[in-house]
């Protein structure tokens, strides 16, 4: 797994899951959709990527779909990291 | 005509989407006053049916009050039916003051203005008073009102997992660059009725240099030892920068709501919050029957107090029958069933048998975690609850949920 997809994989568990939350979150799983993450909540993720790989990602991109994975996350980041 | 018939059926579409997606909700006509026994018309055209209410906010059971009743009657006599006004043009009568007057003191905060709701004092109250030099901290858990409202303010925007004093903690550490930081929370959590820890927040907010709003609707006029709220329950009277409540649950059942705290704070909401100023003066009868409400509340602790045998008393029957409840402190006792559909059933079943509950399932709860949400009233009498607990039991068993716990009836009906 490279450096980005743990990062982010592990930001996601420390951030969104509860002590006695035993659901396993791996770079597939629903966030969103899933129930995992709100989009009340989803503020401090955009932040945490923005403040991590020093992108701006404008508010029309940061989508629930854009969010809803940790791969769609990562190429959501990506396609900032490249412009 | 710009209402086409493509639009009427695209409407179509996305109403008979929530009904697939079992998210459609139906209103029941009841043809009797607020109690603890109403008649209800459900479904629509069936014949009335008498039902103890399990679902109501109407926790002081003061909705339909005498007295109340009475000095909404008077105040409707001697001070009209409408204002036909915002407040700050011809919209504020002597009324209203004494009433913001009577919930400063009873809050124990330095001043008060009304809105026409809490819906709208939490949709005004951020904007008004905090700008984007500043950070909203809130509990993942607070109302819907709350988030419409943070969401309107520029200020940056923040969460923490549901009374987690760590994390909280961390937050407050990440934003000591902002201006201000305001800790945002629920008084009583609505769907779990447990209360936020206020004496932490207040010890965190003291520590990080940051201000504390509470939205106490589920608590104002019941919770701590003489119904002031939940940051008397937590031994922080007098220090909370910022409470909104409502005049639609315990005090009185009707409308209106308030932002109630530091004096410059509700300086800023009169002159910048936009409910406030777009919206009419809240009707003198509602003022009129709320100002009896305080009378009654300073006089005696009577009706919190039974509220609160009955709060225990119910949670004692629930957990001897064997049901899986949430623990706290509050008369909303959510029974788990986790599963929406059996959460649907359950709570139709109930109505057959004469208890009106509901059952709550996502997005209003997250997702795996349905129940039915019972609420207490003082004007719940013993032989209420008694008759309730009968038919929860009976209708408990026919699922076989009793004495079960989450893995087993996870494991019976799927999340």
Known sequence: ?83 | MAYSIKAREKFQLDIKELRDAGLFKEERYIHAPQGAEIEVEYPSGASLKKVINMCANNYLGLSSHPEVVKAAQEGLIHHGYGMSSVRFICGTQDIHRQLENRLTEFLGTEDTLLFPSCMDANAGVFEATLTDQDVMIADRLVHASIVDGMRLCKAMQDTFKHSDMGHLEEKLQEHQDKRYRMIITDGVFSMDGDLARLDKIVELAEKYDALVFVDDSHASGFIGKTGRGTHEHCGVFGKIDVITTTLGKALGGASGGCVSGRTELVEMCRQRARPYLFSNAVAPVIISGALKVFDLIFKSTERRDKLEKNMLYWRQLLKDAGFDIKEGESPIVPVMLYNAKLAQDIARDLYDEGIYAVGFFFPVVPKGQARIRTQLSAAHEKHHLDKAIEAFIKVGRKYNIIGKNKKEIIEMYGM
């Open chain 1, 1 to 83: 797994m490279d450096a980005m997809k743990k990062m982010v994989l592990d930001y996601v568990i420390r951030e969104y899951l509860e002590e006695d939350d035993d659901r396993v979150i791996k770079e597939d799983t629903p966030l969103i959709t899933g129930g995992i993450v709100d989009s009340f909540s989803m503020v401090s993720l955009k932040r945490f990527l923005e403040k991590k790989y020093n992108v701006q990602i404008p508010d029309a991109d940061a989508t629930p779909e854009a969010f809803d994975t940790v791969n769609n996350i990562i190429d959501l980041v990506n396609r900032f990291l490249k412009k």
